[in-house]
């Protein structure tokens, strides 16, 4: 069985994200692993905008630079028998998602289009392609939209949940 650290499967997931090696994505975006005074290894943190750029050389010698995407903090939970799960949403254009909520907690890519979303209690914002959203665990999706009547768009929705339970549920949590 193959063991992750909160620290690799991160850079795994941006990894996915942006086409780059998992090793490339801690250097490029400054992940950094820290230890707690018991030595437990805490949440990932990808360093702010100023300190997270850094310059690497691509394969073809030309430099790269990297900057922050998303920072949020992750919950305090082991995840023995977890797993992350990967999916495509498309929305066509108009199509309101029902309300629903999640085993565990979730980030979402945007990759195309406008995205509403509105999660427990938290103000409605919209999503354009790059930006990311987190939803805690034991939160409720309340809102979850194209923005538009005419393009569609398309989320990346890494769910993070103990193996084995149903992924989306519908209704509040």
């Not at 030309?62 to 995407?69: H, I, N, Q, S």
């Not at 939160?139 to 398309?154: D, I, L, W, Y």
């Amino acid at each position: 069985m193959i063991t992750m650290t909160r620290r690799e499967t991160l850079a795994g997931a941006i990894a996915l994200l942006s086409g780059w090696s998992a090793a490339e994505v801690r250097g490029r975006a400054g992940i950094t692993g820290q230890r707690s005074a018991s030595g437990s290894e805490t949440a990932p943190r990808l360093q702010s905008a100023g300190q997270s750029r850094t310059s690497t050389r691509t394969q073809s010698g030309e430099r790269a630079e990297a900057g922050l995407v998303f920072e949020h903090d992750l919950p305090n939970l082991t995840m023995d028998d977890w797993e992350v799960t990967v999916s495509v949403v498309d929305y066509a254009p108009g199509r309101v998602g029902k309300v629903h909520h999640h085993a565990g907690f979730v980030l979402a890519y945007v990759l195309e289009g406008m995205i509403v979303t509105k999660i427990s209690g938290q103000e409605e914002k919209t999503y354009q392609p790059g930006e990311m959203f987190y939803e805690p665990p034991g939160s409720t999706h309340e809102v979850s939209r194209n923005a538009s009547e005419t393009q569609p768009a398309k989320l990346l929705a890494m769910i993070f949940a103990k193996k084995g339970v149903p992924l989306t549920m519908p209704g509040p949590a």
